[in-house]
Structure formats: structure tokens, C-alpha cells
């Protein structure tokens, strides 16, 4: 795409605006957009206590955030028997659900979306989440409608496989110089280096910012607020 971002949009400089530096912005969602980190920790904590089985610490149970839910539990759990998983995925949906049209977007995540579309940048999402969990939260939210693709780890290869920008940017015919991943976990950056996508860092999510510096983002930032205006300013 390469146009001009379109001035007097709020949020962005007013007058002659610099040319697009990306065309495709594909952002996480839990713990990038949705402050739904601790949601998702507790949750599974819950899920695994309900069957008698070690509970994990805060940062384990943060550290599989992103992945898909199989994988999730396999590295969490790796001496749980397959045939537990899908008990222990009963389990944590019963307790993320019965919470997750309560669970906020970050503050500013809306009209920044919402900006950002409206200056031309194609918007995706990449996420850890089930298809119906992701549009069960495109439904509260009311944000499907400003994403122009989507991707979910139900029907595709879960993070940090590079499967679900490939199918992305084919989709959006756009280049990985042109595309860039955002998101909170080491999950969304190693994906966007086995991409070859450049990426932006969510250092207020799930992962902590030293773990995420060490993938070589574009930047880390410590809020959504300042992570939207790195846009602004740079994207």
C-alpha cells in the first residue's frame, strides 16, 4: 500500500505526513490489546487444581501464554497423558469464561485501532486463542470489524511456527519487510524472526521486557499508550 497516512485523524501529525514505513500491522490479542494476562494465569492454575495436579507458578503459567492450547499444556505439564488434555482444556475454559466479558482492552486500544485503520494500515491479528474465543472477543469488544484478517491457533500452526504470518501476508499480498508483528511473549517474537517480520515489543503483557529484548524488537514499550505512539511516529 505505501500511502500517506491521512491527515487531522486524531493521533496522527496534521499537514504533509510521512509515507507508510509498514502496510501490514498484525497484533496479538491477549495481553497486547486485552489486559487478559492474569486472567488467563489464574485460569489456568484453577483448571490444573481441579485435577489434583501440581500448580504452577505465576510465571510458568504466564510463560505458555500464546501458545495453543495442546502446546500449552505440553510444555506446562509435559508429564500430564494426552488423553487428560482435553479434561484439563474443560477445566480452564470453565474458569477463563465464566470472567472473559469482563476482561478490558488495554486504555486507548480502541480508537488507536480504530485511527490506525482509518490511516490506511491493513490490521490483523495473531493469536493463541481459539477462532470462537477470538470472535467471541471481536463480539464484546466490537473491533472485528476494523481487522481485515485474522489468524487463530485452531487453524493454523501455533506460535512460535511462522504459519500463521506466512498465511497473513499471502493473504494481504503484502512482504515481510512491509509487515509488522506486534505482541507481549517471547511466543509473538520468535515467530516474527522465523518470519523474517520485524516486530514490536509489548514489554506490559505477559513475558517480561528482559526476555523480550532479547529477540531484537524494533522497540519495547512499557504501555499501550506508548506502544501506539511509536506508531504514530514510526510505523
Known amino acids: 500500500m505505501g500511502q500517506q497516512l491521512n491527515s487531522g485523524i486524531s493521533g496522527f501529525p496534521d499537514g504533509a505526513a510521512p509515507r507508510h514505513r509498514f502496510d501490514l500491522l498484525v497484533f496479538d490479542w491477549d495481553g497486547t490489546l486485552m489486559d487478559s494476562a492474569a486472567t ?15 500448580v504452577p507458578s505465576d510465571d510458568a503459567a504466564r510463560h505458555i501464554i500464546g ?14 497423558d494426552v488423553s487428560g488434555y ?6 480452564y475454559r470453565h474458569h477463563f ?4 466479558s469482563d476482561i478490558p482492552l488495554f486504555p486507548g ?20 486463542k481459539g477462532r ?9 469488544t466490537g473491533l472485528g470489524d476494523f481487522f481485515h484478517a485474522s489468524r487463530c491457533a485452531d487453524e493454523s500452526f501455533s506460535k512460535p ?14 512482504t515481510p519487510d512491509r509487515t509488522l508483528m506486534i505482541g507481549d511473549t517471547s511466543h509473538d517474537l520468535q515467530m516474527a524472526l522465523n518470519a ?9 503483557g505477559a513475558h517480561s521486557k528482559e526476555s523480550l529484548l532479547s529477540f531484537s524488537p524494533l522497540a519495547c514499550l512499557d504501555s499501550f499508550g506508548d506502544l501506539n505512539q511509536w506508531l504514530v511516529k514510526h510505523a
Do not use: W
Open 40 to 54: 488467563i494465569a489464574t485460569s489456568i492454575q484453577a483448571a490444573v487444581r481441579d485435577l489434583g495436579l501440581p
Open 67 to 80: 501458545l495453543g492450547l495442546n502446546e500449552a499444556i505440553a510444555h506446562l505439564l509435559p508429564e500430564l
Open 86 to 91: 482435553g479434561r484439563l482444556v474443560e477445566r
Open 97 to 100: 469464561l465464566s470472567q472473559d
Open 109 to 128: 486500544v480502541s480508537k488507536a485501532i480504530m485511527d490506525l485503520r482509518a490511516a490506511g494500515f491493513i490490521l490483523a491479528v495473531a493469536t493463541g
Open 132 to 140: 470462537k474465543g477470538l470472535d467471541r472477543a471481536f463480539r464484546h
Open 161 to 174: 511456527h511462522p504459519g500463521m504470518l506466512q498465511e497473513l501476508m499471502d493473504e494481504m499480498c503484502v
Open 196 to 204: 523474517g517480520v520485524p516486530s514490536l515489543a509489548a514489554a506490559y
